[in-house]
Every structure is written in structure tokens, then in C-alpha cells.
């Protein structure tokens, strides 16, 4: 979804609150599976220099656990905080001067123009960036996740396997030796 900021980039000062309410996000193809609406509200402020654009956002996120690989729902907020170039397009041509420092903020900022160009937001990736920086690295489907055999890859919430545990394997006897040697460091 696209949305066009002109009239607030050139209103200095000027507020607009959106709603988001975003049924079908076309993410699946990014990389991101939701099973949720994307639900919230994003403030738009014209600063003068930049468009700030605050809110935040909730969904459901589908998952992937790091250590048993179970697909897993995930409620996710987001806190959308970013700064977008105000970009002159008035009736009247801009001084050198004016040209120049409008070329130095976009550069300072470094808004990708796939998300905002020419005062058009792209809402979808404006939501696809934030809740990709919001995710954990290695997300876990619950804290007590045992995740899986490293020898036979059972998963082992679902029960033990029948594999031989390292401390019946061949080096048991160097625990053995490590744990003697720790309980009396002077032998």
C-alpha cells in the first residue's frame, strides 16, 4: 500500500494520524508469514526537514523454532520510530543552496527509495522492515524447548530417545577425570 505525504510535506508543522489495518500484507514472498491482520496507528509530523513518522503496530508472526524447527505463532508489537526527507516539490525552483541541503539530508538519512519516494510511503515495506528488525534471531516456540536429538533428531519435548546420552558414552571417563580434578586441584 502506498501513501502519499505531499500534503503534509508541505505543511510545516502540520500532524496526521493513519490507522493501519492491514488484512493481507503481501509478505509470504519476503519471507514473512503472518497470521494476523497488522493492527495500529502511525503518527505523521512535518518537522520541517523531515516527515517523522511514529506508532506502533501488532500482529501475529508464524515462526520457525531454532531448536526443534516447529512452526509456532508469535504476538509481535512493533514500535515505529523514522525520520523521511521532506522533498520540495513547490511550484517555486529551489536555490543552489536549498538544492544542496535537501541533497545532504537524503544522504544523511538514507531512506532506500523502494520505501519512500518523492513523498510516496510504501506502508507494506515500511511494516516488512520493522517487524524484521523486531524479531528475535533465534526464536524459541517456549523457553523449556529441549529442541532436538543432535544424534538421531527426535524432538525431545515429545519424549527421550533411545540414543546413548554423553554421560554413558566413551567419555564419561573424561567427565569423570574433569569433575576429580575440579574437586581436588592439588592431586
Known amino acids: 500500500m502506498k501513501l502519499d505525504l505531499n500534503e503534509i510535506a508541505h505543511?510545516?508543522?502540520?500532524?496526521?494520524?493513519?490507522?493501519?489495518?492491514?488484512?493481507?500484507?503481501e509478505f509470504e514472498p519476503l519471507g514473512l508469514t503472518?497470521?494476523?491482520?497488522?493492527?495500529?496507528?502511525?503518527?505523521?509530523?512535518?518537522?520541517?526537514?523531515?516527515?517523522v513518522?511514529?506508532?506502533?503496530?501488532?500482529?501475529?508472526?508464524?515462526?520457525?523454532?531454532s531448536r526443534c524447527l516447529t512452526q509456532f505463532a508469535r504476538p509481535q508489537h512493533?514500535?515505529?520510530?523514522?525520520?523521511?526527507?521532506?522533498?520540495s516539490l513547490g511550484p517555486y525552483?529551489?536555490?543552489?543552496?536549498?538544492?544542496?541541503?535537501e541533497e545532504e539530508l537524503e544522504e544523511e538519512l538514507a531512506v532506500p527509495e523502494e520505501l519512500f519516494h518523492e513523498n510516496v510511503l510504501d506502508l507494506t515495506e515500511l511494516i516488512r522492515q520493522n517487524l524484521l528488525v523486531a524479531l528475535p534471531?533465534?526464536?524459541?516456540?517456549?523457553?523449556?524447548?529441549?529442541?532436538?536429538?543432535?544424534h538421531c533428531g527426535k524432538d525431545l519435548n515429545s519424549g527421550a530417545c533411545s540414543c546413548?546420552?554423553?554421560?554413558?558414552?566413551?567419555?564419561?571417563?573424561?567427565?569423570?577425570?574433569?569433575?576429580?580434578?575440579?574437586?581436588?586441584?592439588?592431586?
Open 11 to 25: 505543511s510545516v508543522g502540520m500532524h496526521y494520524t493513519y490507522p493501519v489495518d492491514e488484512e493481507e500484507p
Open 34 to 51: 503472518l497470521d494476523a491482520p497488522v493492527r495500529g496507528s502511525l503518527d505523521f509530523f512535518n518537522t520541517g526537514k523531515v516527515i
Open 53 to 65: 513518522v511514529r506508532g506502533g503496530l501488532d500482529t501475529v508472526v508464524r515462526l520457525e523454532c
Open 78 to 87: 512493533v514500535d515505529v520510530e523514522e525520520e523521511l526527507p521532506v522533498v
Open 93 to 101: 525552483p529551489l536555490s543552489e543552496e536549498e538544492q544542496r541541503e
Open 137 to 150: 534471531l533465534a526464536p524459541v516456540c517456549r523457553e523449556d524447548c529441549r529442541g532436538l536429538c543432535p
Open 164 to 187: 546413548v546420552s554423553e554421560e554413558e558414552g566413551a567419555l564419561s571417563m573424561l567427565k569423570e577425570l574433569l569433575s576429580d580434578e575440579d574437586e581436588n586441584p592439588e592431586a
